[in-house]
């Protein structure tokens, strides 16, 4: 309710791109445009996998879940920004596990002195996101390996990775879902229907609200293009730090929420299960969005974000390992967080 107010980003953010305003002035306000929607899309999301059960509810989640991040993501591929949308990958990652993990434990620690969690549910997340990562690591490792390989080469290894992590989400689901469900019951996410939304409505919101992330990625990818080209940011930059801000605001902020209220098996279940869903069904999805457009993407990501890759993961699951954790670890992530970014920028 409270985002409600930003939809007036919407009309604003189209009528500067039509008079041609400032390019970082249209990114802004474009920007601000789609937190709103990909909060009524997540919402809408959730009532209706609700209504369907666990398992079609599931397979909901992981379709429309991260889907105003995947619109963006898609409109970029379109254009031929293959770095931004690598980096938005790497970006989102490494914020819902160092930013909003970090932001959900000084909340929460805040509150109380010791944080604890359910142990086997995190040690679990943490295994399946080591899993992912490894995915998206490979690729690069082979082409610092083999760098007079050719190109479809590398195409083509990025090709039957993402095959290969798209099956094992799909495993993940069967085994999150039906087979061993019982042991994620106290870390799924809450469907938050005190007044529940009408299965009609939120339809409808879904469909309106995804045509208008559609036309929010259109406008914010010519503007990232003017940006790039006249202030002189990267791609990488742009990419790592920005792009996931918006996509994944709202639900970054009810972890965040959620975690203060002292639920946090909650907050740690949505950074490490929407990092997961990103390595593991955005970017094989993002891969083969390229191959039907015509701009191949690999899964070849530059130094920098594997190593933040790399060592956010580890980072995570060492503090997940004793099933406690406190605010300090909190500010720890927040640390590490502040320094990949300042990296970013001088990218």
Same mark, same amino acid.
């Given at each position: 309710?409270?985002?409600?107010?930003?939809?007036?980003?919407?009309?604003?953010?189209?009528?500067?791109?039509?008079?041609?305003?400032?390019?970082?002035?249209?990114?802004?306000?474009?920007?601000?445009?789609?937190?709103?929607?990909?909060?009524?899309?997540?919402?809408?999301?959730?009532?209706?996998?609700?209504? $369907?059960?666990?398992?079609?509810?599931?397979?909901?989640?992981? $379709?429309?879940?991260?889907?105003?991040?995947?619109?963006?993501?898609?409109?970029?591929?379109?254009?031929?920004?293959?770095?931004?949308?690598?980096? %938005?990958?790497?970006?989102?990652?490494?914020?819902?596990?160092?930013?909003?993990?970090?932001?959900?434990?000084?909340?929460?620690?805040?509150?109380?002195?010791?944080?604890?969690?359910?142990?086997?549910?995190?040690?679990?997340?943490?295994?399946?996101?080591?899993?992912?990562?490894?995915?998206?690591?490979?690729?690069?490792?082979?082409?610092?390996?083999?760098?007079?390989?050719?190109?479809?080469?590398?195409?083509?290894? %990025?090709?039957?990775?993402?095959?290969?992590?798209?099956?094992?989400?799909?495993?993940?689901?069967?085994?999150?879902?039906?087979?061993?469900?019982?042991?994620?019951?106290?870390?799924?996410?809450?469907?938050?229907?005190?007044?529940?939304?009408?299965?009609?409505?939120?339809?409808?919101?879904?469909?309106?609200?995804?045509?208008?992330?559609?036309?929010? %990625?259109?406008?914010?990818?010519?503007?990232?293009?003017?940006?790039?080209?006249?202030?002189?940011?990267?791609?990488?930059?742009?990419?790592?730090?920005?792009?996931?801000?918006?996509?994944?605001?709202?639900?970054?902020?009810?972890?965040?929420?959620?975690?203060?209220?002292?639920?946090?098996?909650?907050?740690?279940?949505?950074?490490?299960? %929407?990092?997961?869903?990103?390595?593991?069904?955005?970017?094989?999805?993002?891969?083969?969005?390229?191959?039907?457009?015509?701009?191949?993407?690999?899964?070849?990501?530059?130094?920098?974000?594997?190593?933040?890759?790399?060592?956010?993961?580890?980072?995570?699951?060492?503090?997940?390992?004793?099933?406690?954790?406190?605010?300090?670890?909190?500010?720890?992530?927040?640390?590490?967080?502040?320094?990949?970014?300042?990296?970013?920028?001088?990218?």
């Amino acid at each position: 309710m409270t985002l409600r107010w930003l939809l007036i980003a919407l009309p604003a953010s189209w009528l500067l791109a039509m008079l041609h305003a400032s390019p970082l002035l249209v990114f802004g306000i474009t920007a601000l445009g789609v937190v709103p929607l990909a909060a009524a899309m997540g919402a809408s999301t959730e009532t209706l996998a609700h209504r $369907t059960g666990p398992a079609a509810g599931g397979l909901l989640m992981a $379709t429309f879940g991260n889907a105003a991040e995947l619109i963006l993501a898609i409109a970029a591929l379109r254009a031929g920004l293959t770095n931004l949308v690598k980096a %938005s990958i790497t970006g989102s990652i490494l914020g819902n596990l160092l930013l909003i993990l970090g932001l959900a434990l000084v909340a929460g620690g805040l509150r109380k002195p010791t944080l604890t969690f359910n142990r086997t549910a995190a040690g679990m997340g943490g295994a399946m996101l080591l899993l992912a990562v490894t995915g998206l690591v490979v690729p690069a490792l082979f082409a610092v390996a083999h760098p007079a390989a050719a190109p479809a080469v590398s195409s083509h290894l %990025s090709e039957a990775v993402a095959l290969v992590l798209g099956v094992t989400y799909a495993a993940s689901l069967v085994f999150s879902l039906r087979t061993h469900r019982n042991v994620f019951q106290g870390t799924a996410a809450p469907t938050g229907h005190e007044t529940a939304i009408p299965v009609g409505r939120a339809i409808t919101v879904l469909a309106v609200a995804t045509v208008l992330v559609a036309v929010q %990625s259109e406008i914010l990818v010519h503007a990232t293009e003017q940006v790039v080209a006249r202030f002189g940011l990267s791609e990488v930059f742009l990419g790592l730090i920005v792009i996931p801000l918006i996509g994944n605001a709202a639900e970054n902020a009810g972890a965040v929420v959620v975690a203060r209220k002292g639920d946090t098996d909650l907050a740690l279940s949505i950074a490490l299960g %929407s990092s997961t869903q990103v390595a593991l069904f955005v970017a094989p999805l993002l891969v083969f969005a390229g191959v039907v457009l015509g701009q191949p993407m690999t899964l070849v990501f530059t130094p920098l974000e594997v190593l933040a890759l790399g060592l956010a993961t580890l980072i995570v699951t060492v503090i997940a390992l004793d099933g406690e954790s406190h605010w300090f670890e909190g500010a720890q992530l927040l640390a590490a967080y502040s320094i990949f970014a300042v990296a970013a920028w001088f990218i």
